[in-house]
Nanobody, 120 residues
C-alpha cells in the first residue's frame, strides 16, 4: 500500500484544515487507518484511528478532529477544527492490518507526512 498525505498548511489559531490520505496499490477498506503527528523535538504521537466498526481519538484532539473514510476514493480524511498552536506538527497517515491499532509500531505502511503550522 502506498499512502500520500496532503492538505497541510499554515492557519491561524481557531481555524480549520482538512488532511487527506490517498492510497494506491490496495483498497483501504480492510485496514485500520491512523493519523499520527510529530512536533519538533518530540516523539511521534497518536492522533486518531478508524477501523471497521469504530474510531478513537487522542484526548488532546477529541471534539475538534474527525477522522473519516471515502472507500470509493480509497482516501482517509482528518478534519481539524478549532486548531491550536500546539497542534503544529508534521502529520502522518498510516495503515495497519491490526484492528484499532494506536501504537505507531503496529502500523505497516506510512505516508510521507504533511506539515501543519498553527499561528497564534
Amino acid at each position: 500500500v502506498q499512502l500520500q498525505a496532503s492538505g497541510g498548511g499554515l492557519v491561524q489559531a481557531g481555524g480549520s484544515l482538512r488532511l487527506s490520505c490517498a492510497a494506491s496499490g490496495r483498497t483501504l477498506r480492510s485496514y485500520t487507518m491512523g493519523w499520527f503527528r510529530q512536533a519538533p523535538g518530540k516523539e511521534r504521537e497518536f492522533v486518531a484511528v478508524s477501523w471497521n466498526g469504530g474510531m478513537y481519538y487522542a484526548d488532546s484532539v477529541k471534539g475538534r478532529f474527525t477522522i473519516s473514510r471515502d472507500n470509493a476514493k480509497n482516501t482517509v480524511f482528518l478534519q481539524m477544527n478549532s486548531l491550536k498552536p500546539e497542534d503544529t506538527a508534521v502529520y502522518y497517515c498510516a495503515a495497519s492490518v491490526r484492528v484499532a491499532a494506536m501504537l505507531s509500531s503496529l502500523y505497516d505502511y506510512w505516508g510521507q507526512g504533511t506539515q501543519v503550522t498553527v499561528s497564534s
